[in-house]
């Protein structure tokens, strides 16, 4: 048997919430961001996996100051988005066009608290329709999201190393890895 077919039929008898990602082969692995030419190299290698019509959805897990917002910066940029990426948390949510065609939509859900707002806002029509969903604080809104692509737990290290974990598709960790 594949191990993609074993992994579908391990993970048959489990409840379905969002914490157990729809893709049949899970993957995991893990990065070292000793600094910021670190994690631009993982954006780079990243991007490539996902061009050339990114439709993604990826989380990124972590404290305050643990590098989620640099990191979507340095993966908007390799995608080509030009001039000022601001970071979401007081609109929750940023739109891009990416150059090479379809659209970047970054989330930061840490002020996120009315489930209404999921609606009003119109998120549902975004994740619904394709292209790049790039979600800060994705536990916010755990009741709304649907399941990750991939996932991203960022750890700050002592050091300022970022210790991440990657799990996700086998396409987009395989490409991290
Ligand atoms: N990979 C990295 N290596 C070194 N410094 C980083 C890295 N990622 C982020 N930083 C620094 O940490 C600070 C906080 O990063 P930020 O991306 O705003 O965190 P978060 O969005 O997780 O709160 C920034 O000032 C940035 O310069
Ligand atoms: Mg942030």
Redesign the pocket.
């Known amino acids: 048997m594949r191990p993609a077919a074993q992994t579908t039929q391990q993970r048959g008898g489990i409840d379905s919430g969002r914490d157990f990602l729809h893709l049949a082969a899970i993957l995991e692995t893990q990065l070292l961001?000793p600094?910021?030419a670190?994690?631009q190299a993982s954006a780079e290698r990243l991007a490539s996996a996902l061009l050339p019509a990114p439709d993604a959805v990826i989380e990124l897990h972590?404290p305050?100051?643990?590098?989620?917002?640099?990191f979507v910066r340095l993966l908007l940029r390799v995608l080509g988005v030009a001039g000022r990426i601001k970071s979401p948390s007081y609109a929750v949510m940023e739109p891009y066009d990416l150059p090479a065609g379809g659209t970047a939509s970054h989330f930061d859900f840490y002020r996120f608290g009315d489930p209404r707002e999921w609606e009003d806002a119109g998120f549902r029509d975004v994740f619904a329709a394709p292209g790049l969903k790039l979600c800060?604080w994705p536990e916010k809104a755990a009741g709304q999201l649907p399941p990750a692509d991939l996932q991203l737990f960022i750890d700050l290290l002592p050091d300022?190393t970022?210790r991440v974990r990657a799990v996700g598709s086998a396409r987009l960790v395989e490409a991290l890895a």
């Not at 305050?64 to 640099?70: F, M, S, Y």
């Open positions: 961001w600094d910021e670190a994690a972590g305050l100051g643990a590098g989620k917002t640099t800060e300022d970022r």
